[in-house]
Nanobody
Framework: QIQLVESGGGLVQAGDSLRLECAAS????????MGWFRQAPGKEREFVAV????????YYADSVKGRFTISRDNAKNTVYLQMDSLKNEDTAVYFC????????????????WGQGTQVTVSS
């Protein structure tokens, strides 16, 4: 059983940056790929980014490619999401999740989830 706790959300202006962190505990963090998803009011949860268990590969949604960077530190059991050039449409609750196996873009494939952190981008 892995527990995930996100932090780093907040209210920023368009064009600003934020770095989200997700701290894992209670399990073998390095066995899992780690993903970030987001969910805006009235919308489905959508894939943002994923990093493989050794950090050798990363994948991004087209909407964030070139602006967001996912990374992980297995020694600290932490995954990060650096978000630059934020836009209004990035406003959502951001969740981190742990994936043992399966389609990284499908939230149903993930085994563990954090509680989420709110990111609000104002113009």
């Amino acid at each position: 059983q892995i527990q995930l706790v996100e932090s780093g959300g907040g209210l920023v202006q368009a064009g600003d940056s934020l770095r989200l962190e997700c701290a894992a505990s209670g399990g073998s963090f390095s066995d899992y790929a780690m993903g970030w998803f987001r969910q805006a009011p009235g919308k489905e949860r959508e894939f943002v980014a994923v990093i493989t268990w050794l950090g050798g590969s990363t994948y991004y949604a087209d909407s964030v490619k070139g602006r967001f960077t996912i990374s992980r530190d297995n020694a600290k059991n932490t995954v990060y999401l650096q978000m630059d050039s934020l836009k209004n449409e990035d406003t959502a609750v951001y969740f981190c999740a742990a994936l043992y196996d399966g389609d990284y873009a499908d939230p149903r494939a993930y085994n563990y989830w954090g509680q989420g952190t709110q990111v609000t981008v104002s113009s």
